[in-house]
């Protein structure tokens, strides 16, 4: 008798009508093709993501100098429309504003590097004097400066010598971006029209509309945005003046504007390092206390204008809400870092400016929950001190009238 298995491999033939089933021991045959296929995607993907993270500085480079070039637009258009050349306009706002840049900065970092000095000389018998008090309170021993300050060589020397090779390597990539940005942002600015131009060519006249008025939107909503931070600018220097005079700190009226300038136009630290230099100042020239005293003035104020002065200017000049205008700061700080929180207030209100050109709106329905109520005209009107005023008021008047009546 015949084996199942052999029967039927005997007796099963292949039809010459119908086609042959694929063998089931061997892969088919676009197996290997999409195998290689999908190695190619993913290592294409991959090159992409990488070259797409490595060109993301680039892309950070040409949006500040796309916000630089619309800042400086309007000093371009008043030279050109008093006779000047495109180029010849563009290099004079490009370098006239990098001038003034640098004298703010000469001037300033020469009395900061001397401060700094003068800080750095101070050390030892500021800590000498630490020392001695401590000792005598708490009844406990100190190492002298020098050997504390030959334990600390000892210690973070080979730190702070790779430290210095990495300050050393910031300066080095600061410059190359600052030559990046001044390069792109001249030829922008110098070919103006001609790149809005170029721009439109390849959209239809209907796109093109659209995209001029989304470009003059967002020029409008970056001038808002640098007048606005000259404001902030000009009240933070007048209440730092004014509080450096009451204390008695050098230096004053230089101080507030120089913490005023750094702390508006320098994104997240800039209110560090435009209070250090009068916490400096007054720590060397003055003493400990009133270093104290005013950064905690600077702590203070930062706060009444995160509060209070940054909103109000920022929703009267970018037309924006204050709540809107803070939260986008913090959200645009926590994503893309420093410069998404220094871009973050024209940004958003560009975005805004968009969204009530082109979103449509509806009529809105009867509701007490879109208005405030209206004030009943029996209800007092004031706290708590003009409804004592007003019975007082009502008492009197009462009393006056029960003497005119004979009654009292």
């Not at 495109?86 to 504003?97: D, E, H, M, N, Y």
């Amino acid at each position: 008798m015949r084996q199942y298995g052999a029967s039927m491999s005997d007796d099963v033939a292949p039809s010459p009508d119908r086609p042959l089933q694929h063998d089931s021991s061997r892969p088919p045959r676009w197996v290997p093709r999409v195998l290689v296929m999908g190695a190619v995607a993913v290592f294409v993907a991959a090159w992409t993501w990488s070259a797409l993270g490595q060109l993301s500085t680039i892309f950070v480079y040409l949006l500040i100098s796309f916000f630089v070039a619309l800042a400086l637009e309007p000093i371009v258009v008043w030279l050109v429309r008093h006779g000047w050349r495109r180029g010849v306009a563009a290099g004079t706002a490009l370098f006239g504003s990098v001038i003034v840049a640098v004298v703010v900065l000469a001037m300033f970092g020469n009395l900061f590097v001397q401060q700094l000095v003068q800080l750095v000389e101070s050390l030892p018998s500021l800590y000498a004097s630490v020392r001695q008090w401590a000792e005598s309170t708490f009844d406990v021993t100190w190492p002298p400066s020098d050997e504390l300050l030959t334990q600390l060589l000892d210690e973070y020397g080979t730190d702070v010598a790779s430290g210095t090779i990495a300050v050393g390597a910031t300066i080095v990539g600061f410059v190359f971006a600052a030559l990046t940005i001044g390069l792109v942002t001249y030829y922008l600015m110098a070919a103006g029209p001609q790149f809005r131009v170029a721009v439109c060519r390849w959209l239809t006249p209907d796109r093109q509309t659209e995209v001029l008025r989304l470009w003059e939107i967002t020029q409008v909503k970056v001038s808002d945005f640098i007048s606005s931070r000259i404001v902030l600018a000009a009240l933070s220097a007048a209440f730092t003046a004014v509080f450096l005079v009451i204390m008695g700190t050098p230096y004053a009226l230089p101080l507030a504007l120089f913490t005023g300038v750094v702390s508006q136009f320098v994104p997240t630290i800039g209110t560090y390092i435009g209070g250090a230099l009068p916490v400096a100042v007054a720590l060397t020239s003055q003493g400990l206390p009133q270093a104290l005293g005013v950064l905690a003035f600077i702590i203070a104020y930062q706060q009444l204008e995160n509060l209070y002065f940054s909103p109000k200017v920022s929703a009267r000049a970018l037309e924006m809400n204050p709540a809107v205008s803070f939260v986008a700061v913090l959200a645009f700080g926590a994503v893309f870092g420093a410069l998404g929180a220094f871009l973050a207030l024209p940004i958003a209100a560009t975005i805004q400016a968009v969204g009530n050109t082109y979103l449509q709106r509806h009529e809105l329905v009867d509701s007490d929950m879109l208005r405030d109520p209206v004030p009943d005209p029996d209800t007092p009107r004031g706290g708590r001190r003009e409804r004592n005023r007003r019975a007082a008021r009502e008492a009197a008047r009462t009393v006056d009238e029960r003497q005119a009546d004979g009654l009292d």
